[in-house]
């Protein structure tokens, strides 16, 4: 089993006896709970990004540091640094390494293009990794669904 699933059993264990309609009820209040509690979490973020992205992002700046740029064109750039090369398109957000087409998030060529470009790297950035559709992602509310009698 997965660890999602072994989740849900070890949180239902106690309403698994209950007839189905309260056992959906237990289910409903507790996504609610994690709905909410998941709704808080970007609040206090001060990043532009997740805390995920953000932590995953900082070492690449450190790593771009000290890397030679050359401009090609108005937006295509060579970026070089020891054992790392690559050739970075700030306007199609590309680079030659995959890293920035397939993750949508900069990798050490494009952080280094994008400063010599004068660009903001958070600009680049994929919008889902934003705090902005964190908050989103999280802005609708769960409502409780009353008794049959009601």
């Given at each position: ?58 070492p690449r ?20 640094g020891g ?47 934003t705090k ?19």
């Amino acid at each position: 089993m997965t660890n999602m699933v072994e989740s849900l059993n070890n949180m239902l264990v106690n309403a698994r006896d209950f007839p189905y309609v309260a056992l959906l009820d237990v289910i409903q209040e507790k996504m609610s709970k994690w709905w909410n509690d998941r709704r808080i979490v970007p609040m206090a973020i001060t990043a532009p990004l997740t805390l995920s992205r953000e932590s995953e992002f900082r070492p690449r700046f450190a790593q771009s540091n000290g890397q030679h740029t050359s401009q090609l064109n108005p937006v295509t750039y060579h970026v070089k640094g020891g054992e790392l090369e690559g050739v970075v398109d700030i306007f199609n957000k590309t680079c030659t390494c995959k890293e920035f087409d397939i993750d949508k998030l900069l990798c050490v060529h494009a952080i280094a293009a994008a400063h010599h470009a004068q660009v903001s790297v958070y600009s680049l950035v994929s919008p889902y990794y934003t705090k902005e559709y964190y908050v989103f992602a999280y802005g609708e509310t769960i409502y409780l669904v009353g008794s049959q009698s009601q």
